[in-house]
């Protein structure tokens, strides 16, 4: 991405219309943005990342900050960024949230955040303006113009901090980290989720598999423990113990059941013989029982013989019973008959009357059918009005519904003027509070400015008399070093006087005649030196005379440097100080104020989103217009239905004129009408049934005289008949020799006569039975003691309980033998499955823990991944950190170390002149300033490179030079400034954020930011 035009306007100290053309600059290749401290130098990098990504330089800057304070109120706070792509121009613009004038009345409302993007290839700069941006790509929705500036550039706003604008501060934070937080650095930078998944995945499938394991293990030893086991062993040991008792209960089982047998066959047999006593005891009972009967047998047998004589008269008593019943009936039928014929003579009577009462009341049914005809037409009018009936009815049931609708809306909106009421009033609320709070954040923001104006002040002060108490010092200082410098100087110069001589007395002793001076050549030695020997060790006393006035020098030289810088130092800081604003209050009572305006923030409660409350009235706003329009609509139906309803009631009326009132309800005029005719028709079927009445009461009086004579004549039949009965019943008395009296006691016993005759018959069959039975009995007794069962059965009884006891205790061990061999197959089965399984994932689990650290180095598989990555970032870096310290240092990563921290991105530094490593930690302030610009420079290469959407065709360094001039020297500044110039030579241009007076004379090149009263603004400066 390169930057062509930033245009900011009341954004930051900017409070007008600021246009920074960057098309110069990014040709120097070179370029730097200065300025004072304060003066907004990031704060145009701040408008570009706003501008990309709707965010400010700083994350922990909120986008509504960035609007100017000092900037006009009808100004809004806009950003403009105007930025090739290869071959691709394209321009972005954004607002963010502010709160500007409301265009109507008085108060503030609130703009949300915008933006745009547009594409404009093919457009020269001078075409783009606020009209014609070129072709919109995304407008409006900011997540959608963010999603495309992203897609665009391949990055997002927090790989742009820290791959396009390089922070010193943090990369030398970078820099001295330990592996664990330069991981959290470059894996933001470096998608290595692949491998991270990957070993997330095996050591989640080794946990299950060590969990499962651990658990399966845990279950067989508690099914051992609960069997009373502690290992497999123990456990066949118990099954052969079982065993053995199993076989001896076995036998002891056996045992019992042949002891059981053998008392069971002594009981059966002496039960037997106890059966032939209980036998022969019951016959002699039974025998004795049938005696005492004899005599009761006897009696019985005569009865039944005198009740079969008294069987053969039951005929003709019966006959005499018969004539008498059929008397008693011809008596009733003859009294019954004179009633009746009675009764038939006063119903024919009464019936005549009726008639004769019937035949007066003719009129009044003549009446009634009048009555009849008139209600069938009011019917027959009624029903010829049921349309318009049904046409009223319908009128009215839309006039309810209408009614109900209309109360129902007229209840729905007065809620929402309740509601609306409600809103406004607290909309009003939250506009004052934040009216406070919007003056009280200005206040704080002004205070804030001030109390950082008074802190850079005292700040500086104190710098500026640190300075001079410094400068007084090396003053002192480096006079010491030149008096020293100054002895030495003479002390070698004397020392050198005598080394001379004694040197040409050398020179002289060795010249010959005739030969060439070894100094000057000539062969003719007209006045050679003299002396003597003494002087021969006067070399030793030059050379430490030397050598102690290079030292002198060299403390001289250092000491000058010394100064030199400190007094840079104290101008420049004297500088500063003079540029800095001087604050309207001392600092403690800035401080003061910025407390209390901060306690009166925070006693105004939380921020309400006056926006949202605005759109939220806004909205029932609507909602009520909405709702009073329905409510008229359903007003004007109400209506239209209350005509329509008065209309079908004045034609119902008009058609129901002639019906009375109570009669128009149909149910009623049927119910009348019905009423009318049921009573005509039992008024007519009441005279008809009269005169059927007259004649079938004159038939019934004939017929029930001729009833009476026929019941006369079979009562005096029924009486001759009854006579003879008698006379024939006593006559067979006689001849059976019994009275009525003995009859009439027989008469019970006959119903029983053939009873009797088996129960007598029985008798003596079971007479003849029971002495064939006791004589039989006596003979089985003969010789036979009788038993005692009680002994016999306790001891069978015992026997049970031994054999029960037996099989249950041998029950027991083959249950207890069975289950333990189950366990024993099952737990086996288990072993050899575990083992098999433990087997088979030992390379995963092996495999999941080196992933996961658990190997020499503490390295995991992605932070392992992100250290290849890593290492071409190193050599990227060593590719600048090389020449900018003269190829003394190189950067190499770490993988030793110690204890259980996580290693593989650690980071030390080679240093040629020992020809060892060691940490960078070690490295002097402006050393680790060129190894932190270094590597965040490699780093930058190294993700263009790996990332074939990103470009980064402009990067720009913010601050961090002032080390190299105060420690190192314009020198390492030089070298410093030299890598940087390589950038540009590989298609890249480099922007740097100083206030270092030396990088500004280094860098002509680029911008100068001055800010004054009325806010900052941009001057283009140097020679492009």
């Known amino acids: 991405m390169k930057p062509v035009r930033l245009t900011m306007q009341a954004f930051g100290p900017y409070a007008g219309r600021e246009v920074v053309d960057f098309r110069s600059a990014v040709d120097a290749g070179l370029f730097g943005i200065y300025g004072q401290t304060g003066s907004g130098k990031s704060t145009i990098f701040s408008a570009m990342t706003f501008a990309l990504f709707g965010q400010a330089a700083k994350v922990e800057q909120d986008a509504p900050t960035l609007r100017c304070d000092s900037a006009d109120g009808d100004l809004p706070t806009e950003v403009e960024l105007v930025f090739d792509l290869a071959d691709k121009r394209y321009v972005v613009r954004r607002r963010p949230e502010q709160r500007r004038p409301k265009q109507r009345g008085t108060g503030e409302t609130r703009d949300a955040h915008e933006a745009w993007l547009f594409d404009a290839t093919g457009l020269a700069l001078d075409a783009i303006t606020p009209d014609h941006p070129g072709k919109i790509i995304e407008e409006k929705k900011v997540a959608s113009v963010g999603k495309a500036i992203e897609e665009l550039l391949g990055y997002g706003s927090q790989q742009f901090r820290q791959i396009v604008l390089l922070p010193q501060g943090r990369f030398e934070a970078f820099l001295a980290a330990d592996t664990r937080t330069r991981l959290s650095i470059l894996r933001d930078l470096f998608d290595v989720s692949l491998y991270r998944d990957l070993a997330a995945t095996l050591k989640n499938d080794a946990e299950i598999s060590e969990r499962q394991f651990r658990e399966e293990r845990a279950i067989f030893a508690r099914r051992l423990s609960l069997e009373g086991f502690e290992s497999l062993e123990a456990l066949k040991g118990g099954i052969a113990k079982v065993d053995g008792e199993l076989l001896a209960l076995q036998t002891k089982e056996e ?281 021969v060790g006067l070399d030793i006393a030059f050379r430490d005379a030397k050598t102690e006035l290079q030292k002198r020098q060299i403390a001289e030289h250092e000491a000058h440097t010394e100064l030199a810088s400190a007094r840079g130092i104290l101008a420049e800081r004297e500088e500063r100080l003079e540029s800095l604003e001087r604050p309207h209050m001392p600092l403690t009572q800035l401080r003061g104020e910025v407390a209390t305006t901060k306690a009166a923030l925070e006693a105004l409660g939380p921020t309400v989103d006056i926006r949202l409350a605005e759109a939220t009235l806004e909205k029932l706003s609507q909602e009520l217009l909405a709702e009073e329009a329905t409510r008229e609509k359903h007003r004007i139906e109400v209506q239209q239905a209350e005509k329509e309803v008065a209309g079908a009631a004045a034609a119902l009326s008009a058609m129901l004129s002639e019906i009375p009132a109570d009669l128009r309800d149909p149910k009623m005029l049927d119910d009348k009408l019905r009423a009318k005719q049921q009573a005509l028709q039992e008024r007519e079927n009441a005279r008809r049934a009269i005169g059927e009445n007259v004649v079938k009461a004159s038939e019934r009086a004939l017929g029930a005289r001729k009833d009476l004579e026929a019941a006369e004549a079979l009562l005096k039949d029924r009486q001759q008949r009854l006579t003879k009965a008698h006379e024939d019943f006593s006559a067979r008395l006689s001849q059976a020799s019994l009275t009525e009296d003995a009859f009439q006691e027989l008469k019970s016993a006959v119903a029983s006569i053939e009873q009797d005759r088996a129960a007598v018959e029985l008798f003596r069959r079971q007479m003849h039975a029971a002495n064939d039975a006791s004589r039989k009995a006596e003979d089985a007794l003969a010789g036979r003691e009788r038993p005692d069962l009680a002994p016999l059965e306790r001891d069978v009884s015992d026997a049970e309980r031994a054999l029960l006891m037996a099989q249950d205790f041998r029950a027991d061990a083959a249950a207890r033998f069975g289950q333990l061999n189950k366990l024993l197959d099952e737990l086996a089965e288990t072993i050899d499955r575990l083992d098999r399984a433990e087997a088979e994932s030992g390379p995963l689990r092996e495999l999941a823990a080196l992933m996961d650290a658990k190997n020499a180095f503490n390295l995991d598989l992605e932070t392992f991944a992100i250290g290849a990555m890593f290492d071409k970032v190193l050599i990227a870096a060593n590719q600048r950190f090389g020449p900018m310290s003269n190829g003394r240092y190189s950067l190499e990563r770490a993988t030793e170390g110690t204890g259980r921290g996580r290693r593989g991105l650690g980071i030390q530094v080679h240093d040629i002149h020992t020809g060892k490593p060691r940490s960078t930690t070690t490295l002097s302030g402006g050393e680790s300033f060129i190894a932190a610009l270094a590597l965040a420079l490699g780093l930058s290469d190294v993700v263009e490179s790996l990332n074939g959407k990103v470009r980064l065709d402009t990067i720009f360094i913010d601050e961090g030079f002032g080390s190299l001039d105060t420690e190192n020297g314009a020198g390492t500044l030089d070298q410093v400034l030299q890598a940087l110039s390589s950038l540009v030579s590989q298609n890249r241009s480099v922007g740097l954020i100083s206030h270092v007076p030396l990088v500004q004379e280094a860098i002509p090149n680029g911008f100068y930011v001055r800010k004054d009263l009325s806010g900052s603004r941009v001057e283009h400066r140097g020679v492009f």
């Open 255 to 535: 045992e019992q059941r042949v002891r059981l047998k053998q008392n069971q066959t002594l009981l059966e047999g002496a039960r037997h013989v106890e059966g032939l006593f209980k036998a022969a005891e019951r016959a002699a009972t039974e025998l004795e029982t049938l005696s005492d009967r004899s005599k009761e047998i006897d009696d019985l047998d005569f009865r039944f013989r005198s009740a079969e004589k008294a069987a053969s008269l039951l005929g003709f008593k019966d006959l005499v019973t018969e004539a008498e019943q059929d008397f008693a009936k011809a008596d009733a039928a003859h009294v019954k008959a004179q009633e009746q014929a009675l009764s038939a003579a006063k119903e024919a009577e009464a019936a005549s009357v009726a008639r004769q009462n019937e035949e007066a009341r003719a009129n009044e049914v003549v009446a009634m059918a009048r009555e009849v005809d008139t209600l069938e037409h009011y019917r027959t009018s009624l029903e010829k009005s049921s349309e318009a009936a049904v046409a009223a009815q319908s009128s009215a049931s839309k006039l309810t519904l209408a009614s109900e609708t209309l109360r129902t809306t007229s209840d729905r909106l007065a809620a929402l003027l309740r509601k609306h009421q409600t809103e406004t009033q607290s909309l009003k609320v939250a506009q004052r509070l934040e009216a406070q709070r919007f003056d009280l954040d200005r206040q704080l923001a002004t205070l804030d400015l001030n109390l950082k104006l008074a802190e850079h002040v005292d700040r500086a002060e104190r710098d500026v008399a640190s300075s001079r108490l410094r400068i007084d010092g090396l003053v002192a200082g480096h006079q010491e070093a030149l008096d020293a410098s100054t002895q030495a100087r003479l002390g070698f110069e004397h020392a050198e006087r005598r080394l001379s001589d004694v040197q040409a007395l050398y020179l002289a002793q060795k010249l010959q005649p005739g030969q060439p001076c070894s100094v000057c050549g000539a062969t003719h030695h007209p006045a050679p030196a003299t002396g003597g020997v003494e002087h």
